[in-house]
């Protein structure tokens, strides 16, 4: 199996120096780390845009990067994305920015260089779209309607 290569730019590199590494042979992300130069406080309900300190260039339109928020800090200390997920399309170039979201009632203290969200590289299937007044086949789920998950 052919290991992708994607080309990364380290645009802070007096604070943040080292290339994102798996932390096991088993781990689906890299960790990012908070490429900022003082503690950050973000408030309950506060939204900010936290730097990584790096670029990447995905360069290849079958892969696409995956912004997620880590599931230790989301769960303890309410720390998500203020976007949900944050994609990097593979022809992105500028910095990788994440927007953290306080969704608890304390503070959440970012320190520099802290692993604050994760990087995952996923496969992209481009489509060709077609209309159509009627689908060629019906499934069971053509007629419940947004939220329905078929069960009666």
């Known amino acids: ?20 590494k798996y932390g096991t042979t088993g781990a689906a992300a890299v960790d990012l780390h908070a490429a900022i130069d003082k503690v950050l406080i973000l408030k309950p309900n506060a939204c900010e845009l936290v730097s990584t300190g790096i670029a990447i260039h995905i360069a290849d339109p079958s892969l696409a990067g995956m912004i997620l928020p880590r ?3 989301g769960h303890k200390k309410g720390l998500v994305l203020g976007n949900s997920i944050g994609l990097i399309d593979s022809d992105y170039q500028g910095e990788l920015m994440v927007s953290c979201w306080n969704r608890s009632n304390e503070d959440i203290i970012i320190e520099p260089l802290m692993r604050f969200a994760q990087l995952i590289i996923v ?13 060629n086949s019906e499934s069971e789920r053509n007629i419940g309607g947004f939220g329905h998950t078929g069960v009666k």
């Open 1 to 20: 199996m052919r290991i992708p290569t994607i080309e990364l730019k380290l645009l802070k590199p007096e604070i943040f120096s080292t290339l994102p």
């Open 71 to 73: 599931s230790g800090l």
């Open 123 to 135: 496969p992209v299937v481009q489509v060709n779209f077609v209309a159509v007044n009627e689908f």
